[in-house]
C-alpha cells in the first residue's frame, strides 16, 4: 500500500478529518485520534489492539506488525504500509471507527452499507 492509499483508505470513512499529531500527518473523527503515519518507519498506528492480538500479530507477520517502546502499554499496533493489506487495514480502522465516531455517523454507514 502506498502513502496515498493508505490516506485515500482512512479519508474513505464518514466525518474524518486530517490534521496532525506529532508533527507527522494524522487522522482525526469526531476530534479523536484516528491514526496517524510514521514517516520515521513508513508505518501508521492502529488503536483498538489488544496486547494478546498484537502479540499474535507481530508473531504471524513481523515484516508488516510491531511496536516501539512508546506503544509498548496501548491497545495499539504499529504497521508497516508497504506491506499492510489495504483490507485489513481498512478493517482495523472500522473496528476504531465505530468506537469514535458520533453513533449516528455509525447508523447511517451501516444503513448505506446494507444498501
Known sequence: ???DEMREIALSFPGVVEGSSYGQPAFLVNKKFFTRYRRADA???LMEVSIDEREMLMEAEPMTFHITAHYKDYPSVLARIATLHPGSYRNFLE???RKI???TLVRAYEKERAG
Open 43 to 45: 508505518s501508521v498506528v
Open 1 to 3: 500500500m502506498t502513502e
Open 95 to 97: 473496528r476504531r471507527w
Open 101 to 103: 465516531a458520533p453513533k
